[in-house]
């Protein structure tokens, strides 16, 4: 493969001052995440879908805050903004390799699941591809035009202080998710750290005689490992508290992966809403828990250093914060 050639694509059509319509755009994107960025990947190439995308950051970042060294994402590389839906796109997981003179040392590390950094790096690289990207863009409102029928977005530039409206057809929202600290934890004068900043704090968190650990999910079981490597030596406590009967593993079975194939997507949506619900509240273990491979780590660490003396360390499930004080 070689490197992206230009998209046809159509530049940022803007309303003008004086009210003029501009040129109704097929897709306007609000967000740029792994997902919408998959989807300007894969519209890029089309001479035939004219698509936009605005996020009100700078450029591309994926969860820095956690960004632990030797971190895997929890799929495998074909998993990545486009292989599934088109192998053949240039802005593939095996591209950015090739392109970047890591596609035999990835071959012969033999693990099918990359490093977060490196995911993190080939996102950058794909979005630094595509000029219907445009940062420093934070929407404030979005209004259906019914004359047109299409949607207004209007967006904050951070560069210049003015607004920008752009009118699309279809909009594909991609926001992702806000940092919550749990409602007992807020307004504490004590340091409480949410994952997404666990990297900038880390030092902070062990100087204090005791780190608390909220929650079981992906980033919990990884930032408890993390502290309790250094806890002996660091003079500090881990605790690890959820309100789960137990520290669930992510379900990885074949037969249940079936249930991201595009057969049963399409059965998915298809079902009354209701229904839909229910089991999309069912299925949740689909994309929640932690990974098999990190919940056996973090007993063999456990396991090592409990050869050597008590483990300054508690595991609670079952158990939910109901209150806190400093």
Excluded at 268 to 286: I, K, M, N
Aim: proline fraction near 7%; include cysteine.
């Amino acid at each position: 493969m070689s490197a992206p050639a230009t998209p046809h694509i159509h530049d940022l059509a803007a309303v003008g001052a004086d009210g003029s319509t501009p040129h109704i755009h097929d897709l306007v994107g609000v967000g740029i995440g792994p997902f919408n960025l998959g989807l300007a990947c894969l519209t890029a190439p089309l001479d035939d879908v004219d698509a936009v995308f605005l996020d009100a950051a700078e450029g591309f970042a994926w969860h820095h805050g956690m960004m632990l060294d030797g971190a895997t994402i929890q799929v495998p590389f074909l998993a990545d903004l486009v292989s599934m839906a088109d192998p053949t796109s240039p802005y593939s997981f095996l591209n950015w390799l090739k392109q970047t003179g890591r596609l035999y040392p990835f071959y012969i590390r033999e693990d099918v699941y990359p490093l977060r950094a490196e995911y993190d790096a080939y996102c950058r690289w794909a979005s630094e591809q595509l000029p219907n990207l445009h940062w420093g863009r934070r929407v404030v409102s979005i209004e259906h035009d019914e004359a047109l029928d299409a949607y207004r977005v209007t967006s904050e530039v951070a560069a210049t202080g003015t607004t920008e409206t752009v009118i699309g057809r279809h909009l594909a929202l991609g926001v992702g998710t806000r940092p919550i600290v749990p409602a007992p934890l807020r307004g504490l004068p004590g340091p409480v750290v949410h994952s997404s900043d666990y990297l900038p704090s880390k030092e902070r968190l062990q100087s204090a005689s005791s780190v608390t650990v909220v929650d079981s999910g992906q980033s919990a079981a990884e930032i408890y490992l993390d502290l309790l490597e250094g806890a002996r030596d660091g003079g500090y406590r881990v605790e690890w508290i959820t309100r789960s009967p137990r520290f669930f593993p992510m379900e990885y079975t074949k037969l249940t992966l079936e249930m991201t194939s595009p057969e049963y997507t399409d059965h998915f949506h298809a079902l009354p809403t209701e229904l839909r619900d229910a089991v999309g509240r069912e299925q949740r273990s689909l994309y929640k828990g932690i990974s098999g491979e990190l919940v056996n780590e973090i007993y063999d660490t456990l396991y090592r250093l409990s050869a050597s003396g008590p483990v300054p360390t508690t595991l609670l499930s079952d158990t939910e914060v109901l209150g806190a004080e400093w």
